[in-house]
């Protein structure tokens, strides 16, 4: 079975990956979604759920927020090098979100005023703290003003996974996770390809 497992901080991101999924990946691919307690929980286990994981047909993406992390290199050369201990191939890819979850919702209003049915929201889009979100010190916080307090993070993140769109170029950090979900589906899609012609 050709899985795309994504080992996750919260349970937030994965209420989002599992109605932004249906919209990606090939139906020939299965996603396990596994949520930690945390980025502390997420890594003190990475290693070890991952060395665990029996199915070879199973390729992985560690995704967390940078929160306060200074440095977002660092942050990634960090996980990286517990997903290559794992001595897992092809290496696990790692993917930060900068600097929350919320910063790939604040890049796309539209789906934010459709999840929620809050009018007005996408006019402020071209507005320059909403042009750039992977920018803003806390888009958690932004978007809970923004929704006048409306906003619960794992409820209307899996209603707002539904109405992000996956072409949206304006938060880097959502841009590269969407371009890392093609690369691994397209190597899962190309496993075992030609070995019946041999």
Not at 21 to 49: C, M, N
Not at 51 to 73: E, H, T, W
Not at 154 to 179: T, W
Request: aromatic share 4%; hydrophobic share 40%.
């Amino acid at each position: 079975m050709k899985e795309l497992v994504f080992l996750l901080e919260e349970p937030s991101a994965k209420a989002m990956l599992e109605s932004l999924l249906t919209k990606i990946l090939s139906p020939d691919i299965t996603p396990r979604l596994i949520a930690f307690e945390g980025k502390q929980d997420l890594e003190k286990q990475l290693v070890k759920r991952i060395k665990g994981y029996i199915n070879p047909q199973a390729r992985f993406i560690v995704m967390r927020d940078l929160d306060s992390a200074p440095d977002c290199k660092e942050l990634k050369k960090t996980l990286l090098d517990k997903c290559i201990a794992t001595g897992r191939q092809p290496a696990p890819m790692v993917r930060i979100a900068c600097r929350e979850l919320e910063s790939f919702y604040l890049a796309d209003l539209q789906a934010v005023e459709s999840a929620m049915n809050i009018d007005g929201l996408v006019k402020q889009q071209n507005t320059k703290k909403f042009r750039n979100p992977d920018n803003l010190a806390s888009p958690s916080r932004e978007l809970a003003v923004l929704t006048k307090h409306r906003y619960q993070k794992v409820s209307d993140s899996r209603i707002i996974g539904k109405h992000l769109d996956v072409n949206n170029q304006r938060s880097a950090s959502f841009k590269n996770l969407i371009v890392g979900i093609r690369r691994m589906e397209k190597e899962l899609v190309e496993l075992g390809v030609g070995k019946d012609s041999d």
